[in-house]
């Protein structure tokens, strides 16, 4: 009996271990989407001070959005190439065909997130970045989680914690206190075209949070790495196939002189590879973070990102941020910590099972939200 | 063409009523013809996503031990939820 009881404690503490490992891997790939997001918002920034973006003047709004659009393209493809390299020393390359031939079932889900997470987040923080500033863009998505942990939680039923959601709640908070100053005029008072550059931050928050929700029905049976780049492969195909190609055909905007423009300035390629190179590997470790602790909690932590690109910025252009900044990102830090403390089993199993009874029920929730 | 490994490991589940991820790690050798240490971890990285993800769960643990360490092993059954998702993904008729 007593050899008994000393295997079941044996047992009960493997199992711990196990799960506290787990726990520990899903946060810690958020933390890395953090770093590198945060990273890339100063590569990403300075791409729009180099031939031909630099030349298009503040007031040509149509040829600023352009460009804008050809940027995220190539962008896209560049980060293509670097998950190409992740999936090839993963081994995981053949995995890549397997999931992208489903269409019909699953890679479907990737294309969709990639309309999220392309044409309405990475563009929209382009906007951000190029028409009003880095920090604003770094700042005005804050709000991400919230959107991906509510459609989780109404889609599939991801569990959200008491503790989860307060900590959830001092991020918001954070978010608004950075936020809050420069809708009252602080910011962008001087640029007539300021408001695309918030209608882009407002597109990226909604575009990354419905993401991760989407996203994660897909890789609920796939792999994250796959999934990832089955994503960025739908991405640009929707840029190269159908947006560019619209926008080259039915107006003026010059779409050919600015793709060949980027490519052959070797500065703003510079610029777009080293975006590309933080964004392929942030956003390989966001997704590995969902499946492991789940879209609301891999979204919060993710959310440091505004802690580093503040960081990332302030050193590369010696300004230091506001203030209030300083306030926000405490919170938003403080908040990050509260979803962190919670326990590991809690974590291991994300899922109402049981209020799910069959896939009708679910799917019909999906096309309701869809 | 073959299934993605992780449809793979729902489908060999979903045959099954119950099985040990060992058992589920051989047959998945089998099917792709792949061996190793990395091949074992990464499969088993891929089921303790679908335990998370709530399509499996753990029904059973044991401690094996394996030279030196005791290695921990479960015993995994297909959820209704992931039964559920696997027919929404086309992984299982309806």
């Given at each position: 009996?007593?050899?008994?009881?000393?295997?079941?404690?044996?047992?009960?503490?493997?199992?711990?271990?196990?799960?506290?490992?787990?726990?520990?891997?899903?946060?810690?790939?958020?933390?890395?989407?953090?770093?590198?997001?945060?990273?890339?918002?100063?590569?990403?920034?300075?791409?729009?001070?180099?031939?031909?973006?630099?030349?298009?003047?503040?007031?040509?709004?149509?040829?600023?959005?352009?460009?804008?659009?050809?940027?995220?393209?190539?962008?896209?493809?560049?980060?293509?190439?670097?998950?190409?390299?992740?999936?090839?020393?993963?081994?995981?390359?053949?995995?890549?065909?397997?999931?992208?031939?489903?269409?019909?079932?699953?890679?479907?889900?990737?294309?969709?997130?990639?309309?999220?997470?392309?044409?309405?987040?990475?563009?929209?923080?382009?906007?951000?970045?190029?028409?009003?500033?880095?920090?604003?863009?770094?700042?005005?998505?804050?709000?991400?989680?919230?959107?991906?942990?509510?459609?989780?939680?109404?889609?599939?039923?991801?569990?959200?914690?008491?503790?989860?959601?307060?900590?959830?709640?001092?991020?918001?908070?954070?978010?608004?206190?950075?936020?809050?100053?420069?809708?009252?005029?602080?910011?962008?008072?001087?640029?007539?075209?300021?408001?695309?550059?918030y209608v882009g931050g407002i597109m990226s928050a909604i575009g990354w949070g419905s993401e991760g929700a989407v996203a994660g029905r897909a890789m609920d049976v796939s792999d994250p790495d796959v999934g990832i780049h089955c994503r960025f492969s739908f991405e640009i195909l929707f840029w190269g196939l159908l947006i560019l190609p619209v926008l080259a055909t039915f107006t003026d905007l010059p779409i050919k002189d600015l793709i060949i423009g980027t490519v052959t300035h070797g500065k703003a390629m510079l610029w777009i590879v080293l975006a590309a190179s933080c964004h392929a590997y942030c956003y390989t470790a966001f997704y590995k973070s969902f499946s492991l602790i789940g879209v609301g909690r891999g979204e919060a932590i993710g959310n440091l990102y505004a802690v580093f690109a503040l960081i990332f910025i302030a050193a590369f252009t010696l300004q230091l941020p506001q203030w209030y900044f300083i306030v926000g990102l405490v919170l938003t830090v403080l908040g990050s910590f509260v979803m962190f403390s919670e326990s590991a089993e809690s974590v291991a199993q994300l899922r109402d099972n049981g209020d799910i009874n069959n896939g009708d029920t679910n799917s019909n929730t999906a096309k309701g939200l869809l | 063409m073959k299934l993605h490994q992780k449809g793979f490991l729902l489908v060999t589940l979903s045959k099954n009523n119950r099985l040990w991820d060992d058992e589920l790690i051989v047959q998945t050798f089998i099917e792709y013809n792949i061996s190793g240490d990395y091949c074992e971890k990464t499969l088993r990285i891929a089921l303790d996503e679908l335990s998370a993800a709530g399509l499996i769960t753990r029904v059973e643990e044991k401690l094996e031990a394996n030279n030196k360490q005791a290695k921990l092993l479960f015993r995994y059954q297909l959820s209704d939820f992931g039964r559920a998702r696997m027919i929404d993904t086309g992984l299982l008729n309806g």
């Open positions: 009996m007593a050899h008994y009881t000393t295997s079941e404690a044996t047992l009960a503490q493997t199992l711990h271990k196990h799960y506290a490992r787990n726990q520990r891997w899903g946060f810690m790939w958020a933390l890395w989407t953090a770093i590198l997001w945060g990273a890339w918002y100063v590569p990403g920034t300075a791409l729009w001070f180099e031939h031909p973006y630099v030349d298009i003047p503040v007031d040509h709004q149509s040829t600023r959005l352009a460009a804008t659009a050809v940027m995220t393209w190539i962008h896209a493809i560049t980060v293509f190439f670097f998950l190409l390299l992740w999936n090839t020393v993963l081994g995981k390359v053949k995995d890549y065909g397997r999931t992208m031939v489903r269409f019909r079932k699953i890679s479907k889900w990737y294309a969709l997130a990639s309309l999220c997470g392309g044409p309405m987040a990475i563009f929209g923080s382009y906007m951000a970045m190029g028409f009003i500033g880095p920090v604003f863009a770094a700042i005005s998505s804050l709000f991400y989680p919230v959107i991906g942990a509510v459609i989780a939680r109404l889609w599939y039923k991801e569990k959200i914690s008491k503790r989860a959601a307060i900590g959830m709640c001092i991020i918001i908070f954070g978010g608004m206190v950075i936020y809050g100053p420069s809708l009252f005029g602080e910011m962008g008072a001087s640029n007539p075209n300021a408001w695309l550059g | -």
